[in-house]
């Protein structure tokens, strides 16, 4: 295994007291940059996928219930809901600007046309946890506790299945469409196409992404961010300031830069430097755990999703002004 991990300490006792000199800092507000468009409580009990149409402009969301709603990402205006599901939305992606495919827990996969909120096409699976769209927009991947299944677009018809020796977690799929990346429950994370497994980690990865020249895949997991330098074959570990579960993670368009959104304790959400590693933003925390950060295609606009139900949406091209909420009321 060629694994190194960088900016790791000690384990066991010593871990947990460096662990709770972290926590109690955490306890103090930070000063993080409030989002441009702060959506509250969109969805009831919870938002949990998001998505940026192909320009941009418009962004998906799909909560607990099965509701999707369309927001223009410029000033949060709702432009259109979509009630085709009565379960938990699991995966959403755009295929172009007229139409979204999304899913829900129960395993109806559905393409619906956004002006008329009405579906296309639809399929029932056993189950779907997560999606991931080939960038040609040609099929589409699913995961769930039987494996992976690859479906044609935009008919949904079944082309392949692999089981998997455990539990999906996250998959991804490079921008050449020729890399299938998914993680399990053993640790493992596969190359389906080639049959490779990757270095393991030394943690379950929940999240996964290909940097846009397909030479890295990033991973999240407890504590770290994991990136696979595919090329050589190396992954490095990078102790990061969450305090908890990484939840979802993004690589911009042109490659500079990752998202990474804590799934626990104070939701944090950071864009970091690619190459450095270092922070360059802290964004505003959600009241409860995070779900899902997305960079929008044109890199302009970061937005993330909470248990809560709210949606945030900001404005990277807004200069960098952190402040400490509760100190500027």
Known sequence: MNRTEVGTGPSGPVFFLLLLAGVLPACVPR???PPTVALHEVHQSGTHRIAFDPAGRRLASGGLHGRIHVWSVADGTRLQSIDAHRDRITGLAWLDAERIISADHSGWLLV????????????????????AVSPDDAWVATIDAGGIRKLALPGLRLMAQRALPKRPLALAINHTADRTAVSGRDRRVWLLQIL??????????????????GRTLLGGGWFKLLAWHLDSGRLEEYLSEHLGKISSVAISPDGAHWLSLGRITDSPFLMMDAVTHRVER???????????????????YAASSSDDGSVYIYDLAVPYAPVVPHLEE
């Open 31 to 33: 000063a993080t940059q």
């Open 112 to 131: 619906s046309n956004v002006a008329s909120a009405s579906t296309l096409t639809s399929k029932r699976l056993p189950a779907v946890d997560d999606l």
């Open 196 to 213: 490779a497994e990757l270095p393991r980690p030394s943690r379950d990865t929940y999240a996964l992404a290909f940097a846009p020249d």
């Open 282 to 300: 802290r964004f505003q925390s959600h009241a409860l755990c995070g779900q899902q950060a997305r960079f929008s295609p044109d890199g302009r």
